[in-house]
């Protein structure tokens, strides 16, 4: 006779059914696995057996064969030792036969019997839900899987024994209830900046609108301390979000006791940064930073040091939102709809632009040339807002502190969004949220700017010979400055204001 225990195999954030099959039958003593197991998935044998035996079962002496179909499809990871414990335990009479019918199952065994976390439970839960399966997922991840459904039946045990004892009926669980993180203490705030106000409206419309924005400045201008701030203006998950950005998070690895949390994601890889920890891939596939920071912000401080090739591979997910890997035998995508806020100096001394500074390297203009080289066109030509950050003076140091702070800006991208989202969902376009987002079509309809203002696009496109993109993403910036003013209309001021940090960037380029 054969047992069957549902359980999946993620392939990006998608969990895929998969069916264990247990069969024991009289034969040589052998516990084999089959179905184009991976390494970890492989070694489960040896921790089933482990676990079974601690827990006072004893295999039995007979050819036990563990299928794991469809068998054309790769398993990787550690959580089929749950399903094929149980799967095994069935066979042998240690669980009620129909016990598992009406669930899917996924966790790590350990030697002792007790069941360790796992990655991926919120999408293995979300997809038992849509199945009509309840879920059997290690104790830590329970938080995480009750928020598939309030209906959904969630068994979320310590060990084997204290399933066996559920089963039997002599010691219920209950039901886990999902849990939302705590926030970790008070953000940093806009009103520790001093100065900079052209700075702080630049990323107050880089918040409202999820523009990308490049601050270029001398050191210690205060770049990265702005960047820093950004996450405190911008608006919580909604709660559509909220599920999207923690099934990511979820096969990451990153939910720390199972608790979601409603921050936006603010991530910040270190120039050092590989390509695969950047875009994802790896020897187990793996969500990247562009991932992770799905629905937030990827922060790249000190952007010219990064390398090159990385940086480019950023040009695809920028455009498309998602991100492709492909691997030996099979592909696997990740959504990947981030917000890039990016710091970096003039040159390489980070003077260039200091009047009166000489660069020890040659003229000002070939060491910046140098330095921005390594940046390419085609990503600079994604960049929306592109600003300088001048050094503050000792004068506006020893002010007091502003009164604004980020709760005032934050109020007002709040408004910006709340203006951007009921647009796009009247339009039917419930995943675009921002004007950032939205398809291009969309914008030319709902950004056409009035009469003095198609006049003035029309000259700049021509004199700044704005690509396609550039003109689009100007139209954008122009509809957040609107909806930042609370206007119907885009007009000419707020164009020539989208122009004017589109144009920095180009007198950049033109440098370099
Ligand atoms: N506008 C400001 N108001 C108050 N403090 C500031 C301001 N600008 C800079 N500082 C101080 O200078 C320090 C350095 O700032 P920060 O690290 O953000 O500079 P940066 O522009 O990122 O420099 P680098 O190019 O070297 O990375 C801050 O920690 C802060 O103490
Ligand atoms: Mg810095």
């Known amino acids: 006779m054969v047992t069957r225990v549902a359980t999946v195999a993620f392939e990006g954030i998608e969990a895929r059914a998969v069916d264990v099959q247990v069969q024991i039958i009289p034969g040589s003593v052998q516990f084999g696995v089959v179905g184009l197991p991976d390494k970890a998935v492989a070694e489960s044998r040896e921790r089933v057996r482990g676990a079974l035996i601690a827990s006072g079962l004893a295999l039995p002496a007979k050819r036990i064969t563990v299928n794991l179909a469809p068998a054309d499809l790769p398993k990787e990871g550690s959580h089929y030792d749950l399903p094929i414990a149980l799967g095994v335990m069935a066979a042998i009479g240690a669980l009620p036969a129909d016990a598992l019918a009406g669930y899917c199952v996924l966790g790590e065994l350990a030697l002792d019997g007790s069941i360790t976390a796992v990655n991926g439970v919120l999408p293995a839960a979300m997809a038992a839900h849509a199945r009509g399966l309840g879920l059997i997922c290690p104790a830590a991840t329970g938080p995480e899987a009750a928020w598939a459904g309030g209906d ?40 520790d900046i001093k100065g900079q106000e052209g700075a702080k409206r630049a990323l107050e419309i880089a918040a409202a609108g999820g523009h990308n924005l490049l601050m270029s400045g001398p050191p210690g201008a205060g770049k990265s301390m702005l960047a820093a701030r950004l ?58 930073e562009v991932s992770l920071a799905h629905g937030g912000v990827l922060f790249l401080d000190e952007l010219p040091e990064f390398n090159p090739q990385t940086l480019d591979s950023l040009r695809q997910p920028m455009e498309t939102g998602s991100v492709m890997i492909a691997r030996a035998n099979h592909r696997v995508t990740y959504p990947a709809r981030f917000q890039l806020v990016a710091a970096m100096n003039p040159c390489r001394c980070g003077q260039a632009l200091e009047p009166g500074y000489a660069c020890r390297r040659g003229p000002n203009e070939r060491c910046m040339a140098q330095y921005g080289a390594r940046i390419s066109g085609p990503l600079l030509d994604r960049i929306d807002l592109r600003i300088e950050v001048a050094a503050v003076t000792a004068a506006d140091l020893i002010l007091p502190p502003p009164s604004e702070g980020s709760a005032q800006a934050a109020l007002r991208v709040g408004v910006a969004r709340a203006l951007q989202t009921a647009r796009y969902t009247a339009r039917g376009l419930p995943d675009a949220t921002t004007n950032a987002t939205c398809p291009a079509p969309v914008i030319e309809a709902v950004a056409a700017p009035d009469a003095e203002g198609a006049a003035l696009i029309r000259q700049a496109a021509e004199s700044m010979r704005l690509s396609a993109r550039g003109f689009h993403r100007t139209l954008r910036v122009a509809r957040t400055l609107a909806d930042l003013d609370g206007e119907a209309e885009v007009r000419r001021i707020h164009l020539a204001e989208a122009l004017s940090y589109r144009a920095r960037g180009e007198r950049a380029a033109a440098a370099a």
Not at 153 to 162: E, F, G, K
Not at 242 to 265: E, F, T, Y
């Open 152 to 191: 959904m039946d969630v068994l979320a045990p310590r060990s084997l024994i204290q399933l066996a004892n559920h089963f039997k009926g002599s010691q219920v669980m209950a039901r886990p209830v999902p849990a939302i993180a705590a926030p970790a203490g008070p953000m940093p705030d806009l009103a």
């Open 231 to 288: 996450p405190s203006i911008l608006p919580p998950l909604s709660p559509r979000e909220l599920l999207d950005v923690s099934m990511i998070q979820s096969v990451a690895g990153a939910l720390k006791d199972g608790a979601l949390s409603n921050r936006r994601p603010f991530r910040q890889p270190h120039h050092s940064a590989s390509m695969a920890a950047l875009v994802g891939g790896g020897v187990n596939a793996r969500p990247g």
